[in-house]
């Protein structure tokens, strides 16, 4: 079957689970060959060979984003196995919530460091391949699009942290958007809501109660839900921009 991404390749970060691994996933099924990226070599490995096994072609890429050197690397690899870059989907993320008086000032570091900078090296690193993807591929377009979250538009208690590096990638969104624009590198925003994933997993034991209570009961969205979402902006026509998609479960106030 013709894929809408055929051709082409595209480099997901966290791609070891949730909705990065879903990500991935989708891309590849539209023809994309696809870079998996994260810290869980048993993880890359595992997804990359389902989605070999499916009929696409995958690439492992062990690397830790907030390492300047790493994220390099990772996308200087890609690169050089896959024969160039024109989608890169910066997902890797990190929620640790709770009260702010209380949070011990290393979960800060930890958000800031993959949300924030790990999105920045990688980004920087892609920035000359996505435009010269763009610039000579046959789709004449390229993109970057973020993961941010409804606490990117919207803060709230105990999330101060995580909120402020979710908004942050709203507005670097916005601002690469503009930037880049001219060479034909779209770059665009997914908000998700509640999505069944690893994410609540790595809150400390005393908030992990108070979490799963504030979602008892409700039913969320899948990965595959917003796998979708980025799926539908990287294969519009070039002269189409989706600049932002914010999708929460149907349940979520
Ligand atoms: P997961 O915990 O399942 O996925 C997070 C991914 O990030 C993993 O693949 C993890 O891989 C990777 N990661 C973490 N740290 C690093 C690092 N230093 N270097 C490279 N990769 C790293 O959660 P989700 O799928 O839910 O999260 C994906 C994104 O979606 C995040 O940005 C999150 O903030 C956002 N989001 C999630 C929502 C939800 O309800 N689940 C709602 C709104 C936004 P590894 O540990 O192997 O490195």
Redesign the pocket.
């Known amino acids: 079957a013709d894929g809408r991404l055929d051709g082409t390749v595209a480099l997901v970060?966290?791609?070891?689970?949730?909705?990065?691994?879903?990500t991935a996933r989708a891309l590849a099924a539209e023809g994309a060959a696809v870079a998996l990226?994260?810290?869980?070599r048993d993880?890359?490995e595992q997804a990359a060979e389902s989605i070999r096994s499916a009929g696409g072609t995958a690439l492992a890429v062990e690397?830790?984003?907030?390492?300047a050197a790493?994220a390099q690397a990772a996308v200087a690899g890609t690169v050089n196995a896959l024969g160039g870059l024109d989608t890169l989907v910066n997902?890797?993320?990190?929620?640790l919530l709770g009260p702010f008086g209380e949070a011990p000032p290393e979960e800060w570091d930890r958000m800031l460091?993959?949300?924030v900078q790990?999105l920045l090296y990688v980004t920087q690193a892609a920035q000359p391949h996505l435009v010269s993807a763009a610039e000579n591929g046959s789709r004449r377009v390229a993109d970057i699009v973020n993961?941010?979250?409804?606490?990117?538009r919207v803060a709230g208690i105990g999330n101060a942290v995580?909120s402020a590096t979710?908004f942050g990638v709203v507005a670097l969104t916005e601002a690469l958007r503009k930037e880049l624009l001219p060479q034909r590198v779209r770059v665009g925003v997914v908000?998700?809501?509640?999505?069944?994933?690893?994410?609540?997993?790595?809150v400390r034991a005393e908030i992990q109660q108070a979490v799963a209570r504030q979602i008892e009961g409700m039913e969320?969205?899948l990965?595959e839900d917003?796998a979708e979402a980025v799926a539908y902006i990287v294969t519009r026509d070039r002269r189409v921009a989706v600049n932002e998609m914010l999708v929460r479960a149907g349940a979520q106030t």
Request: proline fraction near 4%.
């Open positions: 970060t966290g791609a070891s689970s949730g909705i990065g691994e879903a990226v994260a810290r869980r993880r890359l690397a830790d984003i907030t390492d790493s997902n890797a993320g990190l929620m460091a993959v949300n790990g993961i941010s979250s409804t606490a990117g995580y979710k908000e998700p809501g509640t999505v069944d994933t690893e994410l609540t997993t790595h969320k969205l990965p917003i």
